[in-house]
Structures are given as C-alpha cells and as structure tokens.
C-alpha cells in the first residue's frame, strides 16, 4: 500500500517544529515511506512492534535517497533498516550502520498524535558519510 500525500501544516512546541507525514494506518508494520521534512528527505519507519522511527533518507554507501524503500528487520534487539542498494544496515534508533560504526545517518523525532505520524526537526543536522 503506497500512502496518498497531502501538504503537510507544521506545528510548533517550544523546542521542535513537527510535520505530519501520513496517518498510522496507511503504513504497514516493517515498511518505510519517504516524506520531505523541512526541505530534507527523510524515511519514516514503522516496526513490527509498532515502534515509529525516523532517518535521514540518504545511504551514504550508495550515495542515493533509498532508506525507505530499505528491508526493516531487528539484529538481536536492536531494529534496522538496510539498505536496499547494498544493504548496510543502519540502526533505527541512533542511525548508526551495524557494519560500520563509524558511519551513521541523521535521526529524527517522531511522534503520534490523533492517529497521524509526525517528524519533528532532526536530532543532529549531518550524517557523516562513508569514506
């Protein structure tokens, strides 16, 4: 199922602006969906336990905006996304690659209100690129 886009309307708290991206029930349990968050790709990612994470859309190996069409999966109890071109995983909650640790791409926060999932401003503003 391909979630429908509609223009986002951020909001405000006192430390993050929040863009809604699509209502909970229009992703399903280990899917990703890009959406486009104050001006940057990002990959929205639902787990089978129903956890919701956000990355920078950007694999830094391949150099393309994959993430969210990436696998979703758990590595022990830690749950990743690996991309889809060549297949590094990278964590779901910190964005760092499983294989690489001194790789990692941007996190952001998500939230859930009145069914809809929102992202919030980035954690940090770079990922660091592979070499």
Known sequence: ?????TPA???TT?????TPVCATDRLGRERGVAALV???????FRTY???WFALDNHCPFARASVLA????????????????????PFGLRDGVCLDDPGVRV?????R???????VGTPHETQGVAAT
């Open 14 to 18: 006192p430390a993050t602006t929040w």
């Open 38 to 44: 104050g001006g940057r790709a990002v990959a929205v």
């Open 112 to 118: 859930v209100v009145d069914g809809v999932v929102e």
């Open 69 to 88: 069409r990436g696998i979703v999966g758990t590595r022990g109890d830690v749950p990743f996304v690996a991309s889809p071109m060549l297949k590094q």
């Open 1 to 5: 199922m391909t979630p429908t886009t």
């Open 106 to 110: 941007a996190t952001y926060p998500v």
């Open 49 to 51: 336990d129903d956890e």
């Open 9 to 11: 309307t951020p909001t």
